[in-house]
Protein backbone atom coordinates (compact mmCIF):
# COMPACT_ATOMS: atom_id res chain seq x y z
CA UNK A 1 0.00 0.00 0.00
CA UNK A 2 1.89 3.51 -0.97
CA UNK A 3 1.86 5.89 1.40
CA UNK A 4 0.17 8.61 0.15
CA UNK A 5 -2.99 6.07 -0.15
CA UNK A 6 -6.48 8.37 1.05
CA UNK A 7 -4.46 11.26 1.47
CA UNK A 8 -5.46 14.71 1.03
CA UNK A 9 -3.46 15.31 -2.15
CA UNK A 10 -4.44 11.77 -3.27
CA UNK A 11 -8.40 11.90 -2.66
CA UNK A 12 -7.73 15.85 -4.43
CA UNK A 13 -6.56 13.75 -7.89
CA UNK A 14 -9.58 10.76 -7.40
CA UNK A 15 -11.98 13.84 -7.36
CA UNK A 16 -10.30 14.94 -10.62
CA UNK A 17 -10.73 11.62 -12.39
CA UNK A 18 -14.20 11.11 -10.95
CA UNK A 19 -15.13 14.22 -12.41
CA UNK A 20 -13.95 13.46 -16.05
CA UNK A 21 -15.52 10.43 -15.37
CA UNK A 22 -19.17 11.65 -14.83
CA UNK A 23 -18.77 14.28 -17.53
CA UNK A 24 -17.64 11.61 -19.70
CA UNK A 25 -20.47 9.16 -19.69
CA UNK A 26 -23.05 12.10 -20.06
CA UNK A 27 -22.03 12.71 -23.61
CA UNK A 28 -22.18 8.90 -24.36
CA UNK A 29 -24.97 6.60 -24.75
CA UNK A 30 -25.48 2.72 -24.19
CA UNK A 31 -22.70 0.88 -22.05
CA UNK A 32 -20.29 4.32 -22.01
CA UNK A 33 -23.07 6.25 -20.53
CA UNK A 34 -23.67 4.20 -17.33
CA UNK A 35 -19.95 4.94 -15.68
CA UNK A 36 -20.87 7.88 -14.41
CA UNK A 37 -23.08 5.66 -11.55
CA UNK A 38 -20.12 3.83 -10.51
CA UNK A 39 -18.36 7.46 -10.14
CA UNK A 40 -20.86 8.90 -8.05
CA UNK A 41 -20.69 6.27 -5.57
CA UNK A 42 -16.73 6.60 -5.32
CA UNK A 43 -17.73 10.58 -4.81
CA UNK A 44 -20.05 9.47 -2.10
CA UNK A 45 -16.89 7.30 -0.08
CA UNK A 46 -14.48 9.98 -0.66
CA UNK A 47 -17.52 12.88 0.91
CA UNK A 48 -17.90 10.68 4.43
CA UNK A 49 -13.97 9.81 4.42
CA UNK A 50 -12.91 13.05 4.41
CA UNK A 51 -15.31 14.36 6.57
CA UNK A 52 -15.23 11.95 9.12
CA UNK A 53 -11.09 12.20 8.86
CA UNK A 54 -11.28 16.10 9.26
CA UNK A 55 -13.81 16.16 12.57
CA UNK A 56 -13.32 12.56 14.24
CA UNK A 57 -11.24 14.43 16.72
CA UNK A 58 -12.32 17.31 16.88
CA UNK A 59 -15.47 18.68 18.93
CA UNK A 60 -18.10 19.72 17.08
CA UNK A 61 -19.33 23.66 16.88
CA UNK A 62 -20.97 25.73 14.78
CA UNK A 63 -18.02 27.07 13.22
CA UNK A 64 -16.87 23.76 11.85
CA UNK A 65 -20.25 22.53 10.57
CA UNK A 66 -21.22 25.93 8.51
CA UNK A 67 -17.66 25.28 7.41
CA UNK A 68 -17.96 21.82 6.00
CA UNK A 69 -21.55 22.80 4.93
CA UNK A 70 -20.66 25.54 3.10
CA UNK A 71 -17.86 23.81 1.17
CA UNK A 72 -20.68 22.32 -0.94
CA UNK A 73 -23.99 24.31 -0.55
CA UNK A 74 -22.47 27.35 -1.36
CA UNK A 75 -21.41 26.36 -4.78
CA UNK A 76 -24.65 24.52 -5.28
CA UNK A 77 -26.69 27.76 -4.81
CA UNK A 78 -24.41 29.96 -6.96
CA UNK A 79 -24.93 27.00 -9.59
CA UNK A 80 -28.99 26.80 -8.51
CA UNK A 81 -29.32 30.70 -9.55
CA UNK A 82 -26.97 30.31 -12.94
CA UNK A 83 -29.34 27.53 -14.00
CA UNK A 84 -32.68 29.30 -13.37
CA UNK A 85 -30.96 32.12 -15.43
CA UNK A 86 -30.39 29.36 -18.31
CA UNK A 87 -34.11 28.05 -17.70
CA UNK A 88 -35.77 31.48 -18.10
CA UNK A 89 -33.89 31.96 -21.58
CA UNK A 90 -34.42 28.51 -22.97
CA UNK A 91 -37.63 27.28 -22.19
CA UNK A 92 -37.07 23.81 -23.57
CA UNK A 93 -35.42 22.81 -20.47
CA UNK A 94 -37.53 24.51 -18.05
CA UNK A 95 -39.84 22.45 -16.47
CA UNK A 96 -39.98 24.58 -13.18
CA UNK A 97 -43.64 26.28 -13.96
CA UNK A 98 -44.86 26.88 -10.22
CA UNK A 99 -43.39 27.26 -6.81
CA UNK A 100 -44.79 24.34 -5.49
CA UNK A 101 -43.61 22.31 -8.30
CA UNK A 102 -40.22 23.61 -7.39
CA UNK A 103 -40.34 22.42 -4.10
CA UNK A 104 -41.86 18.90 -4.79
CA UNK A 105 -39.04 18.13 -7.54
CA UNK A 106 -36.48 19.31 -4.53
CA UNK A 107 -38.08 16.69 -2.25
CA UNK A 108 -37.70 13.76 -4.68
CA UNK A 109 -34.00 15.05 -5.60
CA UNK A 110 -34.81 16.53 -9.18
CA UNK A 111 -33.19 19.66 -8.31
CA UNK A 112 -32.67 23.17 -9.80
CA UNK A 113 -29.37 22.10 -10.89
CA UNK A 114 -28.70 19.39 -13.43
CA UNK A 115 -27.40 16.17 -11.64
CA UNK A 116 -27.12 18.35 -8.25
CA UNK A 117 -29.34 15.47 -6.61
CA UNK A 118 -26.07 14.43 -4.96
CA UNK A 119 -25.60 17.28 -3.56
CA UNK A 120 -29.09 17.33 -2.51
CA UNK A 121 -28.36 14.27 -0.73
CA UNK A 122 -24.62 14.88 0.75
CA UNK A 123 -26.80 17.82 2.26
CA UNK A 124 -29.07 15.31 4.08
CA UNK A 125 -26.32 12.82 4.60
CA UNK A 126 -24.23 15.54 6.21
CA UNK A 127 -27.29 16.70 8.68
CA UNK A 128 -27.18 13.13 9.83
CA UNK A 129 -23.78 12.72 10.76
CA UNK A 130 -23.35 16.21 12.65
CA UNK A 131 -26.52 15.70 14.49
CA UNK A 132 -25.52 12.39 15.69
CA UNK A 133 -22.10 13.88 16.74
CA UNK A 134 -23.76 16.89 18.36
CA UNK A 135 -26.46 14.03 20.03
CA UNK A 136 -23.64 11.64 21.38
CA UNK A 137 -20.56 14.19 22.48
CA UNK A 138 -18.61 12.36 21.67
CA UNK A 139 -19.76 8.64 23.28
CA UNK A 140 -19.19 6.28 19.82
CA UNK A 141 -22.29 4.08 20.71
CA UNK A 142 -24.95 6.61 21.16
CA UNK A 143 -23.55 8.04 18.01
CA UNK A 144 -23.54 4.65 15.96
CA UNK A 145 -27.41 4.58 17.86
CA UNK A 146 -29.04 7.65 16.84
CA UNK A 147 -26.80 7.65 13.28
CA UNK A 148 -28.02 4.22 12.52
CA UNK A 149 -31.59 5.56 13.91
CA UNK A 150 -31.07 8.66 11.04
CA UNK A 151 -29.88 6.67 7.97
CA UNK A 152 -33.01 3.74 8.92
CA UNK A 153 -35.76 6.27 8.61
CA UNK A 154 -33.61 7.98 5.41
CA UNK A 155 -33.13 4.44 3.85
CA UNK A 156 -37.05 4.05 3.66
CA UNK A 157 -37.46 7.37 1.95
CA UNK A 158 -34.96 6.24 -0.57
CA UNK A 159 -36.93 2.71 -0.90
CA UNK A 160 -40.11 4.64 -1.66
CA UNK A 161 -39.06 7.57 -3.37
CA UNK A 162 -35.57 7.31 -4.78
CA UNK A 163 -35.67 3.79 -6.10
CA UNK A 164 -32.45 4.10 -8.45
CA UNK A 165 -30.06 5.89 -5.83
CA UNK A 166 -29.15 3.12 -3.52
CA UNK A 167 -25.08 4.16 -3.44
CA UNK A 168 -25.68 6.47 -0.43
CA UNK A 169 -24.57 3.40 1.89
CA UNK A 170 -21.21 4.60 0.42
CA UNK A 171 -21.15 7.60 2.45
CA UNK A 172 -21.23 5.65 5.47
CA UNK A 173 -18.97 3.77 4.68
CA UNK A 174 -16.38 6.56 4.13
CA UNK A 175 -17.39 7.58 7.75
CA UNK A 176 -16.81 4.25 9.59
CA UNK A 177 -13.68 3.75 6.99
CA UNK A 178 -11.88 7.08 8.50
CA UNK A 179 -12.86 5.80 12.28
CA UNK A 180 -11.47 2.58 12.00
CA UNK A 181 -9.02 3.42 9.17
CA UNK A 182 -6.04 1.14 10.73
CA UNK A 183 -7.58 -1.87 12.21
CA UNK A 184 -9.81 -2.55 9.09
CA UNK A 185 -6.49 -2.22 6.74
CA UNK A 186 -4.78 -4.34 8.81
CA UNK A 187 -7.56 -6.85 8.33
CA UNK A 188 -7.75 -6.31 5.07
CA UNK A 189 -4.11 -6.75 4.57
CA UNK A 190 -4.16 -9.96 6.54
CA UNK A 191 -6.79 -11.49 3.90
CA UNK A 192 -4.72 -14.42 1.57
CA UNK A 193 -5.06 -14.19 -2.35
CA UNK A 194 -6.89 -10.05 -1.65
CA UNK A 195 -5.13 -9.18 -4.74
CA UNK A 196 -6.68 -11.78 -6.79
CA UNK A 197 -10.00 -10.98 -4.82
CA UNK A 198 -9.90 -7.45 -6.25
CA UNK A 199 -9.32 -8.06 -9.86
CA UNK A 200 -11.78 -10.29 -9.39
CA UNK A 201 -14.29 -7.57 -8.25
CA UNK A 202 -13.19 -5.11 -11.00
CA UNK A 203 -13.61 -7.63 -13.83
CA UNK A 204 -17.34 -8.60 -12.41
CA UNK A 205 -18.22 -4.53 -12.23
CA UNK A 206 -16.60 -4.50 -15.71
CA UNK A 207 -18.87 -7.08 -16.79
CA UNK A 208 -21.73 -5.62 -14.89
CA UNK A 209 -21.31 -2.14 -16.57
CA UNK A 210 -21.64 -4.10 -19.82
CA UNK A 211 -25.01 -5.70 -19.04
CA UNK A 212 -26.58 -2.64 -17.49
CA UNK A 213 -26.06 -1.31 -20.81
CA UNK A 214 -27.49 -4.17 -22.95
CA UNK A 215 -30.56 -4.00 -20.43
CA UNK A 216 -33.65 -2.96 -19.68
CA UNK A 217 -35.96 -2.20 -17.37
CA UNK A 218 -35.54 -4.08 -13.38
CA UNK A 219 -32.30 -6.19 -14.94
CA UNK A 220 -31.02 -2.68 -16.25
CA UNK A 221 -31.41 -1.31 -12.59
CA UNK A 222 -29.73 -4.41 -11.16
CA UNK A 223 -27.10 -4.68 -13.03
CA UNK A 224 -26.09 -0.52 -12.58
CA UNK A 225 -26.80 -0.75 -9.05
CA UNK A 226 -24.57 -4.09 -9.12
CA UNK A 227 -21.79 -2.23 -10.37
CA UNK A 228 -22.10 1.42 -8.91
CA UNK A 229 -21.36 -0.58 -5.54
CA UNK A 230 -18.49 -2.28 -6.90
CA UNK A 231 -16.83 0.83 -7.99
CA UNK A 232 -15.81 2.20 -4.60
CA UNK A 233 -13.97 -1.08 -3.85
CA UNK A 234 -12.13 -0.76 -7.40
CA UNK A 235 -11.12 2.34 -7.10
CA UNK A 236 -9.93 1.72 -3.51
CA UNK A 237 -7.78 -1.29 -4.51
CA UNK A 238 -6.34 1.09 -7.36
CA UNK A 239 -5.52 4.24 -5.27
CA UNK A 240 -3.75 1.54 -2.55
CA UNK A 241 -1.53 0.19 -5.61
CA UNK A 242 -1.21 3.17 -7.33
CA UNK A 243 0.73 6.56 -5.83
CA UNK A 244 -0.88 9.74 -7.65
CA UNK A 245 1.28 12.54 -8.72
CA UNK A 246 -0.23 14.27 -11.77
CA UNK A 247 -0.28 18.43 -11.50
CA UNK A 248 -3.10 18.70 -13.87
CA UNK A 249 -5.50 16.68 -11.98
CA UNK A 250 -4.25 18.58 -8.85
CA UNK A 251 -5.31 21.34 -10.81
CA UNK A 252 -8.74 20.28 -12.13
CA UNK A 253 -9.56 18.31 -8.95
CA UNK A 254 -9.87 21.88 -7.05
CA UNK A 255 -12.46 22.55 -9.46
CA UNK A 256 -14.32 19.23 -9.48
CA UNK A 257 -17.63 20.14 -7.74
CA UNK A 258 -18.16 23.76 -10.10
CA UNK A 259 -17.40 21.44 -12.96
CA UNK A 260 -19.78 18.47 -11.85
CA UNK A 261 -22.32 21.26 -11.30
CA UNK A 262 -22.03 23.51 -14.42
CA UNK A 263 -21.32 20.34 -17.46
CA UNK A 264 -24.92 19.54 -18.25
CA UNK A 265 -25.60 23.37 -18.50
CA UNK A 266 -22.71 23.99 -20.68
CA UNK A 267 -23.99 21.23 -22.87
CA UNK A 268 -27.39 22.98 -22.90
CA UNK A 269 -25.70 25.93 -23.97
CA UNK A 270 -23.26 24.79 -26.91
CA UNK A 271 -26.46 23.06 -29.16
CA UNK A 272 -28.57 26.45 -28.54
CA UNK A 273 -25.72 28.02 -29.82
CA UNK A 274 -22.34 27.14 -31.95
CA UNK A 275 -23.63 23.13 -32.07
CA UNK A 276 -26.91 23.59 -32.77
CA UNK A 277 -28.36 21.19 -35.76
CA UNK A 278 -24.85 19.39 -35.48
CA UNK A 279 -23.97 15.94 -35.48
CA UNK A 280 -20.91 15.95 -33.00
CA UNK A 281 -19.05 12.66 -32.21
CA UNK A 282 -19.27 11.67 -28.53
CA UNK A 283 -15.47 11.47 -27.95
CA UNK A 284 -16.04 15.57 -29.25
CA UNK A 285 -18.35 15.97 -27.11
CA UNK A 286 -17.12 15.06 -23.97
CA UNK A 287 -13.61 17.31 -25.03
CA UNK A 288 -15.81 20.08 -25.60
CA UNK A 289 -17.73 20.13 -22.69
CA UNK A 290 -14.98 19.18 -20.18
CA UNK A 291 -12.81 22.10 -21.18
CA UNK A 292 -15.88 25.14 -21.54
CA UNK A 293 -16.79 23.45 -18.19
CA UNK A 294 -13.21 24.02 -16.55
CA UNK A 295 -12.97 27.64 -17.82
CA UNK A 296 -16.38 28.57 -16.62
CA UNK A 297 -15.29 27.07 -13.14
CA UNK A 298 -12.39 28.18 -12.87
CA UNK A 299 -13.69 32.02 -13.90
CA UNK A 300 -17.00 31.00 -11.40
CA UNK A 301 -14.46 30.55 -8.74
CA UNK A 302 -12.02 33.92 -9.35
CA UNK A 303 -15.38 35.72 -9.06
CA UNK A 304 -16.69 33.80 -6.27
CA UNK A 305 -13.13 34.13 -4.23
CA UNK A 306 -12.97 37.51 -5.04
CA UNK A 307 -16.67 38.28 -3.87
CA UNK A 308 -15.44 36.65 -0.17
CA UNK A 309 -12.40 38.54 0.29
CA UNK A 310 -14.60 41.77 -0.02
CA UNK A 311 -16.95 40.70 2.75
CA UNK A 312 -14.36 39.23 4.86
CA UNK A 313 -12.60 42.19 4.35
CA UNK A 314 -15.39 44.74 5.40
CA UNK A 315 -16.35 42.33 8.10
CA UNK A 316 -12.82 43.18 9.79
CA UNK A 317 -13.46 47.14 9.22
Known sequence: MNENYLS???TLQMKSILCMIVVFSHCFTGVLGHVGTSA???FFFLSGYILSLTTKDKK????IIVHKFSNFTVPYLVAAVLYHILFYFHPTVNKYNSLPELIKLYILFDPTVQVGWFVEALFVLFVFYFLARVISRGNIKIFF??????HLCFAVYIIFYLKTYFMTQWFIIGVIYALYKKPIEKKI???KGIDTIAL???????????????????MFIFFKLFASNLAPITALYISSKKEFNCKPLMFIGKYSLWIYLFHVGVQVVMFDTFLKGARVHSLILFLLTFVLSLVFSVVVDVVYTAVLSIIK????A
Do not use: E
Not at 145 to 150: A, D, K, T
Not at 313 to 316: I, Q, T, W
Open 8 to 10: PKQ
Open 40 to 42: VAV
Open 60 to 63: IDYK
Open 145 to 150: IVWSCL
Open 189 to 191: ASI
Open 200 to 218: LIILISLVSIMLAGMSHGA
Open 313 to 316: ANKR
